[in-house]
C-alpha cells in the first residue's frame, strides 16, 4: 500500500537551515507528483512547495519563495524540501502529500521548530 514517511525535522535556530526528506512508497512513484505541507499551531494546514513528476516545480507561496527549495530522486523515491534563512515563523509541522488515483496520502510529518 501507499506509505509516506517524512524525516528530517528538528530544532534550529533563525537563520538556520535544515532539509526534510519525503520517503514514498507502494506506487509508481515516477509517475506522481509531491507535495510539502506545514501545519503551525493554530492554523491551517498550508502548502509550501510541489514538484510534478517530470521535477517540474511549482507552489511556492511568497512566504517561503527564495527560502525553500523543492526536489525529488527518483531512483531514491524521495522528495526533499531545503530550507534555508529560517524564521520562527517557520515552526510548525511539516507534511508530505501524495495523490494517487484520486486519494490524498499523508505522512505522519516532522516537526521543524526555530527558537533562539
Known amino acids: 500500500q501507499v506509505q509516506v514517511v517524512e524525516s528530517g525535522g528538528g530544532l534550529v535556530e533563525p537563520g538556520g537551515s535544515l532539509r526534510l526528506s519525503c520517503e514514498a512508497t507502494g506506487f509508481t512513484y515516477s509517475n506522481y507528483g509531491m507535495r510539502w505541507y506545514r501545519q503551525a499551531p493554530g492554523k491551517e494546514r498550508e502548502l509550501v512547495a510541489g514538484i510534478t513528476s517530470t521535477g517540474i516545480v511549482t507552489d511556492y507561496p511568497d512566504s517561503v519563495k527564495g527560502r525553500f527549495a523543492i526536489s525529488r530522486h527518483s531512483h531514491k523515491k524521495k522528495v526533499y524540501l531545503q530550507m534555508n534563512s529560517l524564521t520562527l515563523e517557520d515552526t510548525a509541522v511539516y507534511y508530505c502529500?501524495?495523490?494517487?488515483?484520486?486519494?490524498?496520502?499523508w505522512g505522519q510529518g516532522t516537526q521543524v521548530t526555530v527558537s533562539s
Open positions: 502529500k501524495v495523490r494517487v488515483l484520486d486519494r490524498d496520502y
